[in-house]
């Protein structure tokens, strides 16, 4: 057995999210192990850029409430204790309700090669908004 040193809680990039949000690394797999998982903060309104996983990601929401979708789907609302699944290469946004803090447990694999995620636009206010 052997204890991970936890790594500082790190503001989320702007290039990479809009608004207010943290992130705790909890693991990084070593090869063999390619999972990663992280705890994310969302401040009411934050959310991230559309993106994609090569191998798929899952979240598990822990506390307050926020918003998913995923391309060409309708904005879902997410609360303590659901799960989600997006699919590899599935495009997706996910960050906090308006008027709530949401956290949410994101849990990936990295891929043998290539990026793990790809990154495109942020979420513009239009498009968070609709419903």
Do not use: C
């Amino acid at each position: 057995m052997e204890f991970v040193t936890k790594q500082p809680t790190v503001k989320a990039p702007a290039e990479t999210f809009t608004g207010d949000a943290w992130l705790d690394v909890i693991a990084q797999g070593e090869e063999p192990s390619r999972i990663r998982v992280n705890v994310v903060r969302f401040a009411p309104g934050a959310r991230n850029a559309w993106h994609s996983h090569a191998v798929g990601q899952t979240l598990h929401v822990t506390e307050g409430r926020g918003l998913i979708q995923v391309a060409g789907g309708e904005i879902v609302e997410i609360r303590p204790g659901d799960t989600i699944h997006t699919p590899p290469g599935e495009w997706h946004w996910h960050g906090a309700a308006p008027d709530h803090f949401m956290t949410h447990i994101a849990m990936w694999e990295a891929p043998a090669e290539g990026p793990e995620v790809q990154w495109g636009s942020h979420v513009t206010e239009e498009e968070y908004h609709r419903r």
